[in-house]
């Protein structure tokens, strides 16, 4: 058991790319938790696609000494995606590292954790990374940080991660200017868990962190919120292996196994205490992780439904953040309408669904969570465009907004401007960082962010912007569903509920689109776009013709219009009897191209 006093609990925040996980590998090297020779970079990114992207996912939790104390360091992810993350690692630590490149200065991301941690009292140390660089001004961002955030610009200290340069100073400041835990040992056990993931071999591996008492191996455990009970099979510490260890005590964090099945018993900010002797209440949670774009997913063989379905269950087990529920669509069969924190996760749990549990899934166009005012009174939840009611049977429609910063060079602020007005924008604000950088603040509706305002952020400024959001409720929206209709029939695949002035240009494109990649049938298809009864858009996919005139050869002219018509009116019949052939390649290709 570790001396109380001797004890630092801290994250690392930073904007993506700033070198967090970089910063967490000198620091592993420094303190011997790893060899040189079992030294790789990333070292606490343990996921295949963290590694080949270079971004966190999961947040890791490592046990470190230096000098006479012991480190446990929180690497968290520092995309926007993934805040919520970074909430609950912050919930288990007194004090962060804030990350700035010194190449970039301070990032949207940096500006939204770093609140999250004033929020919490936590004591920030503030690290300059990456002074190696050629294009590195570590004093002109020292200033920056001081102006924005207030910390003086010679306690900043200034680092390169990569090649280790002064990163001692940063382990001394850990020491010196983050507080040791409080918390009773000998009081009733209370901890927090912050994170959960699934062993195939031990089941639900916890990280936890002890606020008050002390957790034994092998006593009973009460998880309060679950109302579970469960035997502590081991508890231990990560140096970064697994290390077992008889008991933790307040302050101190390490892992607890306990033989539980569900990922759902043991979710992050659970608290656990003692079932002989248990606290008289929980810890205060934070809040749930709220899904904010839906779609659904679906097999491209009717075959992998079940195991697909197995599929979701076990990485549900790896990330509870996600949410599905079985739906069924006329085009694509049987599958699942999933909820995501936003696009990037999405993308996500899609790719690790398809490359380890060998799937291949079809995605629907991203959709997001609108509110609908029937008019009976009620209040009716949609996350699926093909399930809006007709126009007739609701009042009024509300979509979420978003509040969106941005950080860029000051050159490119017009063109930003005029990317959110085009995404029906509101801007709140606008503040020069330096004569150089701007922040600009907007209103957006998060049904125009989802799709490509990322990429079309990055591509207009160069790649030099950043951006992070926070939800800030709904708002009253003239919206509509345009349905795509393959021979007067609907297909749900393509419905979406987009603003009633940007209906025509989504109709007629997507109607073009198909029109080149459905193949020709034996009769005509015509393909419209529609808003309840009104046609806004008609392309037509032509029929194969038979020259039925071909063995004819001079004659009577009335010959050859016999057997057009003939052909007309079996084309007519066929019409009427048939219906349209669409492989389902066509489909991936056509809500690929949406991607």
């Given at each position: 058991m570790s001396d109380q006093s001797k004890i630092r609990?801290?994250?690392?925040?930073?904007?993506?790319?700033?070198?967090?996980?970089?910063?967490?590998?000198?620091?592993?090297?420094?303190?011997?938790?790893?060899?040189?020779?079992?030294?790789?970079?990333?070292?606490?990114?343990?996921?295949?696609?963290?590694?080949e992207r270079g971004i966190t996912i999961k947040l890791q939790s490592v046990r470190l000494k230096w000098n006479d104390h012991v480190i446990n360091l929180i690497d968290t992810p520092g995309?926007?995606?993934?805040?919520?993350?970074?909430?609950?690692?912050?919930?288990?630590?007194?004090?962060?590292?804030?990350?700035?490149?010194?190449?970039?200065?301070?990032?949207?991301?940096?500006?939204?954790?770093?609140?999250?941690?004033?929020?919490?009292?936590?004591?920030?140390?503030?690290?300059?990374?990456?002074?190696?660089?050629?294009?590195?001004?570590?004093?002109?961002?020292?200033?920056e940080i001081e102006n924005i955030l207030g910390i003086p610009a010679e306690d900043i200290i200034k680092i390169s991660a990569k090649t280790g340069d002064n990163v001692e100073a940063v382990l001394d400041a850990i020491v010196e200017q983050i507080p040791a835990p409080a918390g009773d040992r000998d009081g009733e056990l209370q901890g927090l868990i912050f994170d959960s993931h699934f062993d195939s071999y031990r089941g639900v591996v916890s990280s936890v962190r002890v606020m008050n008492g002390t957790m034994k191996s092998r006593e009973k455990l009460l998880f309060m919120q679950a109302g579970a009970t469960h035997e502590a099979d081991e508890i231990g510490v990560r140096t970064p292996t697994n290390h077992p260890v008889d008991q933790l005590a307040a302050g101190e964090v390490g892992y607890l196994i306990a033989g539980i099945k569900d990922v759902r018993e043991a979710r992050s900010g659970e608290t656990v205490t003692s079932f002989v002797n248990p606290a008289p209440e929980p810890l205060d949670g934070y809040r749930e992780p709220q899904a904010m774009v839906f779609c659904g997913l679906y097999p491209i063989e009717g075959d992998?439904?079940?195991?697909?379905?197995?599929?979701?269950?076990?990485?549900?087990?790896?990330?509870?953040?996600?949410?599905?529920?079985?739906?069924?669509?006329?085009?694509?069969?049987?599958?699942?309408?999933?909820?995501?924190?936003?696009?990037?996760?999405?993308?996500?749990?899609?790719?690790?669904?398809?490359?380890?549990?060998?799937?291949?899934?079809?995605?629907?166009?991203?959709?997001?969570?609108?509110?609908?005012?029937?008019?009976?009174?009620?209040?009716?939840?949609?996350?699926?465009?093909?399930?809006?009611?007709?126009?007739?049977?609701?009042?009024?429609?509300?979509?979420?907004?978003?509040?969106?910063?941005?950080?860029?060079?000051?050159?490119?602020?017009?063109?930003?401007?005029?990317?959110?007005?085009?995404?029906?924008?509101?801007?709140?604000?606008?503040?020069?960082?330096?004569?150089?950088?701007?922040?600009?603040?907007y209103r957006l509706p998060l049904a125009e962010v989802v799709v490509d305002f990322f990429d079309q952020l990055k591509s207009r400024t160069a790649g030099y912007a950043s951006l992070d959001y926070e939800p800030v409720g709904y708002e009253k929206g003239d919206l509509v569903r345009v349905d795509i209709l393959f021979n007067g029939e609907r297909v749900d695949a393509f419905s979406t509920i987009v603003h009633r002035d940007n209906a025509y240009e989504y109709g007629r494109k997507t109607a073009e689109k198909l029109k080149e990649i459905i193949p020709r049938q034996q009769f005509e298809v015509p393909i419209q776009a529609a808003i309840g009864g009104k046609i806004i858009a008609r392309e037509t996919v032509r029929a194969f013709r038979?020259?039925?005139?071909?063995?004819?050869?001079?004659?009577?002219?009335?010959?050859?219009?016999?057997?057009?018509?003939?052909?007309?009116?079996?084309?007519?019949?066929?019409?009427?009897?048939?219906?349209?052939?669409?492989?389902?390649d066509t489909f991936i290709r056509a809500l690929r191209l949406d991607d």
């Open positions: 609990n801290l994250s690392i925040i930073a904007h993506i790319d700033h070198g967090k996980s970089t910063l967490a590998d000198r620091m592993l090297e420094l303190c011997g938790a790893v060899e040189a020779r079992d030294m790789r970079a990333q070292y606490l990114d343990s996921m295949d696609i963290e590694r995309h926007v995606d993934f805040g919520y993350e970074v909430s609950r690692s912050l919930a288990a630590c007194e004090g962060v590292v804030l990350v700035v490149d010194a190449a970039q200065g301070i990032e949207a991301q940096t500006l939204a954790n770093t609140y999250l941690a004033l929020e919490n009292d936590l004591e920030i140390v503030a690290v300059l990374n990456k002074i190696d660089l050629p294009a590195a001004d570590p004093d002109r961002y020292a200033m992998d439904y079940e195991p697909f379905r197995d599929a979701l269950d076990k990485l549900r087990l790896d990330d509870g953040s996600f949410t599905f529920e079985p739906e069924t669509s006329t085009a694509l069969g049987f599958g699942f309408r999933c909820g995501f924190l936003g696009l990037l996760h999405m993308e996500i749990v899609r790719e690790r669904l398809e490359r380890e549990f060998d799937l291949n899934l079809i995605a629907t166009i991203p959709s997001v969570e609108y509110r609908i005012e029937m008019t009976n009174g009620d209040e009716r939840v949609v996350d699926n465009p093909s399930a809006l009611p007709d126009q007739v049977e609701w009042n009024a429609i509300y979509e979420p907004y978003l509040k969106a910063s941005m950080i860029a060079p000051s050159d490119y602020t017009g063109t930003l401007m005029e990317l959110c007005q085009t995404r029906r924008g509101q801007m709140d604000a606008m503040n020069y960082l330096s004569p150089e950088r701007v922040e600009l603040v038979k020259d039925v005139t071909a063995k004819l050869y001079g004659g009577d002219v009335t010959r050859k219009n016999k057997l057009l018509k003939k052909q007309k009116e079996g084309k007519k019949k066929m019409k009427n009897i048939g219906t349209v052939q669409i492989p389902p």
